[in-house]
């Protein structure tokens, strides 16, 4: 008999998205009450405030926390699930993300500023546990009943978080006129600077006793009319845990490299159109990552002397314990490449617009994600993302 709980708390998330909803519906209620002109073909909005969301795989991972007791046999035969399948970091971030740019009229320079953070949590336990019967015994002519002093199971839990947050200040210049052949196409070129911090957090505690189990011996006195009588000699058993803690950091700021394109394939500028965008990014990050981490482990052998008659609950310990591992504390300057790019449609109608696409960005040994010692991983993130966007002046 197995017992599985889980637990998410994502209470906070959810006031987050409801307020990050209505604000999205507030601006899109204003801009379609709004008395907007229809611009004439030479003119454009100066200014683009964009606000959006995204929903984003995270991936690079950390070296795993896999104690000895975790790897040997045996198991608790009531584990359906691995602990192992359970220490990982949160594998999807939900954010937030706003833009402004500007583009003085009768120029192709934009200026624009842009913000993107996500985050995400994960509170998972999972205890898996056997139920043993007491043991019936023949002691000084009655029957008793001898109960467990324990039981096989094993519990895991464990917490993790992740943020980040990346910052853009990019200069452009729209080279795309005649693109693909139409006058209303763009192609940008930015340069520019990011900026990008990561923070991962994560506490994992894990318990087991794997191998509880009556110990039983024979009593023959046939005098008395003992004869094969079966009784509890002991109950051994290993008891084990385990504790780890770890908070891990990037915070690096560099040149970047951009370049955006949209060319339309319905409708057209003065009213209504949908265009195709997509964009490649490229930025050499420079700073530094910090790492803390702390792990123990514990083992101990609950079992009672030869000769002993009577189990005695917690009687004759012993103690095996690897010495406290200190914390280990590593700060490193490194320099982290970050690659990206995105693909999506945007509907334009007058001064707005609504976008809807796919994006990733690559940042490659941006984490120190070992335990005892230095082990780089990426950071990539990855998924769909959603935009609305007013034009204004012009």
Do not use: C
């Amino acid at each position: 008999m197995s017992e599985l709980m889980n637990t998410h708390g994502e209470r906070s998330d959810f006031r987050w998205q409801l307020l990050a909803t209505a604000s999205a519906l507030a601006l899109i209620v204003t801009v379609y009450e709004a008395d907007v002109a229809i611009a004439s073909p030479d003119d454009h909005p100066t200014v683009w405030i964009e606000l959006g969301g995204q929903l984003e795989r995270v991936d690079g991972g950390q070296e795993t926390f896999a104690p000895p007791f975790i790897l040997a046999s045996p198991r608790p035969p009531a584990e359906t699930v691995s602990p192992l399948s359970l220490i990982h970091d949160p594998r999807y971030a939900k954010g937030a993300e706003a833009s402004i740019s500007i583009s003085p009229q009768n120029s192709d320079w934009v200026f624009s500023a842009a913000v993107r953070y996500g985050r995400s949590n994960s509170d998972k336990r999972v205890h898996q546990q056997s139920y043993p019967g007491p043991f019936t015994k023949y002691y000084s002519g009655h029957t008793r009943p001898v109960f467990p002093l324990a039981a096989k199971f094993s519990d895991t839990a464990v917490k993790a978080s992740e943020r980040h947050l990346v910052l853009d200040f990019q200069v452009g210049k729209d080279v795309g006129l005649g693109m693909f052949g139409s006058k209303e196409g763009s192609s940008v070129i930015n340069l520019g600077v990011r900026f990008a911090q990561f923070n991962n957090r994560s506490n994992i505690s894990l318990k087991s006793i794997p191998d509880w189990r009556f110990s039983y011996k024979y009593l023959n006195y046939p005098s008395y009319g003992f004869t094969n009588v079966k009784i509890v000699k002991s109950q051994p058993y290993h008891s084990n845990m385990a504790q780890f803690s770890a908070n891990r950091s990037f915070h690096g700021i560099g040149p970047s490299l951009s370049w955006k394109a949209s060319a339309p394939v319905a409708g057209n500028a003065e009213t209504s159109e949908i265009s195709f965008d997509w964009g490649v990014n490229a930025a050499l990050l420079f700073g530094r990552q910090k790492t803390r981490t702390h792990h123990q482990t514990t083992a101990r052998h609950h079992y009672l002397q030869p000769g002993q008659f009577l189990t005695v609950p917690g009687s004759h310990v012993t103690l095996y314990q690897n010495p406290a591992t200190p914390d280990h504390i590593r700060s490193r300057s490194v320099t982290v490449p970050n690659v990206g790019g995105f693909a999506g449609l945007s509907f334009r109608y007058a001064n707005a617009k609504i976008s809807a696409g796919y994006r990733a960005d690559f940042f490659f040994g941006a984490i120190d994600g070992g335990i005892d010692g230095r082990k780089a991983y990426d950071r990539n993130f990855y998924g769909p993302f959603a935009t609305v966007s007013i034009g204004l002046g012009g």
